[in-house]
């Protein structure tokens, strides 16, 4: 005689378009979905460097410097992989500016590191298709779920 199963009944999602959905993560990401992440990363930066930016300024750039970087490593992109992880100890040492200030302080190779990362980055999202960009956001969430180097700049500056 079969056992009754205990868990709830839950349908399989029907894709409507299923040419779509595959060819979908293939073609290059849309103009306005970049249009609108370049302003929110300029918008970030300039808060940055007038001093008024708050902690979400500067959780936007760090994300654009992850992917900047994931993306780069999984594509073999070296020639830019310097300047990248120049830009990543910049916002690591304005990081822990901002712990001791209590406000973001740049300096001017700071600054230029990390508006050259904005570039890359821009550059990176202008050749990538969209599935790249799905990978490269996956692998900084398998980064983030193992602790592969997600050091906080607290625990940094304690150690």
Do not use: W
Request: glycine letters at 6%.
């Amino acid at each position: 005689m079969a056992t009754k199963r205990n868990k709830k009944y839950k349908p399989r999602q029907v894709i409507q378009n299923p040419m779509q959905y595959l060819c979908g993560g293939y073609k290059k990401i849309d103009g306005e979905h970049k249009q609108v992440l370049n302003i929110k990363n300029s918008e970030a930066m300039l808060k940055i460097v007038n001093g008024t930016a708050d902690k979400p300024d500067f959780d936007l750039l760090i994300g654009a410097s992850n992917m900047a970087l994931v993306l780069c490593e999984i594509h073999d992109h070296n020639n830019a992989h310097d300047d990248l992880i120049k830009a990543r100890d910049a916002l690591h040492s304005l990081g822990k500016r901002y712990l001791e200030l209590g406000r973001f302080v740049l300096k001017g190779d700071e600054m230029q590191a990390i508006n050259h990362m904005l570039e890359i980055h821009d550059e990176q999202l202008n050749v990538m298709r969209v599935v790249d960009v799905e990978r490269g956001y996956a692998e900084i969430q398998r980064r983030l779920r193992h602790h592969i180097g997600t050091k906080t700049i607290v625990e940094r500056v304690a150690a």
